[in-house]
Nanobody, 123 residues
Framework: QVKLVESGGGLVQAGGSLRLSCADS????????MGWYRQAPGKERELVAD???????NYGDSVKGRFTISRDNAKNTVYLQMNSLKPEDTAVYYC?????????????????WGQGTQVTVSS
């Protein structure tokens, strides 16, 4: 079974920085597109950034120029460097691993989500 583990969330003042990490359980053999979404209270989940297997990136308009997504394929880990944080960036951030996913146990066609990590930016 695929499991994603996120870390790096927390409380930070406006203008500060945080770095999120998302790693798989170590059972994945394929290199898949990955990304980050976020969901604030009362709002829909929105794309923050995504990255293809070969490193091409895409960002939501609200984070362009402030956030950077990157990956380490050897570790099957994706990172989100968040700079110049604003109170409106406060949300639960979710990592996504896009299918199809090849593991030692077989192939899974659907996407997998992490459990989410809270980011709170105080004004």
């Amino acid at each position: 079974q695929v499991k994603l583990v996120e870390s790096g969330g927390g409380l930070v003042q406006a203008g500060g920085s945080l770095r999120l990490s998302c790693a798989d359980s170590g059972r994945i053999l394929s290199i898949n597109p990955m990304g980050w979404y976020r969901q604030a209270p009362g709002k829909e989940r929105e794309l923050v950034a995504d990255i293809t297997s070969d490193g091409s990136t895409n960002y939501g308009d609200s984070v362009k120029g402030r956030f950077t997504i990157s990956r380490d394929n050897a570790k099957n880990t994706v990172y989100l460097q968040m700079n110049s944080l604003k109170p409106e960036d406060t949300a639960v951030y979710y990592c996504i691993l896009r299918g199809p996913i090849v593991t030692k146990a077989g192939q899974y066609e659907h996407d997998y989500w992490g459990q989410g990590t809270q980011v709170t930016v105080s004004s």
